[in-house]
């Protein structure tokens, strides 16, 4: 794997040095009696606006954030869609009604700029310090945000393309299922450009987010481009039911596919020690929020912040790395995304 720059090394080493420290004064201001949270002795609070949770990976972005707060003495609340209508508009309202609370500090997934970018500029202006997890790596330094985290998405989609064209991937779908995300976007673009410097090609299928959930279409929709394009041997899935969803629409149709999935389940990580799928690309959705609400509590408290992006990923998870992640998303339910 590539390094990564040592300035981003130290933001993420700076990051984690601080949420020790903040843990020992947690611990050491409570046993006087006293709240660490704020100079009023109230707790800080924290609005994470992000994906619905009927899509197992935000599952693990909401676990990163309430563990955030437990741990460090923050009132943590997650707002997001109640289906999987995660459209702009609804992002937006919803980022309206964050802001309607007068929360501390906000963390949000910018997924559909051009209708979240003015509601975290109003949050800004406000007065509310944002900071943007996930995605919206383009936009945050314009948006007046504190931070970004997550992972940049050009780069890992060019990595999973690497990653197939050694395998031997000559033709390549990213199947992406939030049209209109520029990070999905990027990533899928990733993919391709890579595929075609490794003498391939790529293309991209779009999945309405609303069907990303559901299985059946999903498989259904993979298993119509197999077969209307007979020569495609790889499959980029942007998430672990769209991996898995590929794995059954090649077995539909009696094709083998180079599988990698955007991010690990059991049932994928499982695969992946048998063969089936190849790799996961984990960008770590619960060191996103967990971190974003660390960077938003010291900021309110201390008024101090990371200076720039700060990676999550994304880690190459393939058969030789397989058996470890899988003992800890056996172990530690919701913390590496769906069970």
């Not at 899509?55 to 109640?82: C, H, I, Q, R």
């Not at 990303?212 to 993979?222: E, H, L, S």
């Not at 955007?262 to 020690?273: A, F, H, R």
Request: aromatic share 6%; proline share 5%; net charge positive.
């Amino acid at each position: 794997m590539p390094r990564f720059r040592r300035s981003r090394i130290a933001l993420i080493a700076t990051v984690v040095a601080t949420t020790a420290v903040t843990a020992a004064c947690s611990k050491r201001t409570a046993s006087t009696g006293s709240h660490s949270s704020g100079s009023s002795g109230r707790k800080l609070s924290v609005i994470v606006v992000s994906g619905p949770l009927s899509d197992p990976f935000f599952g693990a972005m909401k676990t990163g954030a309430d563990n955030a707060g437990e741990e460090l003495n923050v009132s943590a609340e997650y707002l997001s869609p109640t289906s999987t209508d995660a459209s702009g508009p609804t992002l937006a309202r919803l980022m309206q009604a964050a802001v309607a609370k007068k929360p501390d500090a906000i963390v949000v997934g910018n997924f559909f700029p051009a209708a979240q970018n003015p509601e975290i500029k109003s949050a800004v202006k406000a007065g509310i310090p944002v900071v943007v997890v996930n995605s919206g790596e383009s936009d945050w330094k314009q948006d007046g945000a504190l931070a970004f985290v997550g992972i940049e998405p050009a780069v890992a989609g060019t990595r999973s393309g690497e990653k197939s064209a050694k395998l031997g991937v000559k033709k390549g779908l990213c199947v992406n299922t939030v049209p209109g995300n520029p990070a999905l976007e990027q990533l899928c673009q990733g993919y391709t450009d890579a595929l075609k410097k490794g003498g391939g090609t790529g293309s991209e299928l779009r999945i309405p987010y609303q069907d990303a959930t559901n299985p059946t279409k999903v498989t259904q929709a993979i298993e119509g481009a197999l077969k209307a394009d007979k020569s495609i041997d790889g499959v980029m899935a942007t998430g672990s039911i769209v991996a898995e969803s590929a794995l059954s629409a090649a077995n539909d149709v009696g094709r083998k596919l180079v599988i990698g999935s955007g991010d690990p389940s059991t049932k994928v990580l499982k695969d992946i020690q048998a063969g089936k799928i190849q790799y996961a690309m984990d960008q770590q959705p619960y060191l996103q929020t967990y971190y974003g609400v660390l960077i938003a509590k010291q900021y309110v408290q201390y008024k101090i912040s990371p200076s720039g992006t700060v990676l999550t990923g994304p880690l190459v998870i393939d058969k030789d790395s397989a058996a470890a992640v899988l003992k800890i998303n056996e172990t530690y339910q919701g913390i590496r995304g769906a069970a």
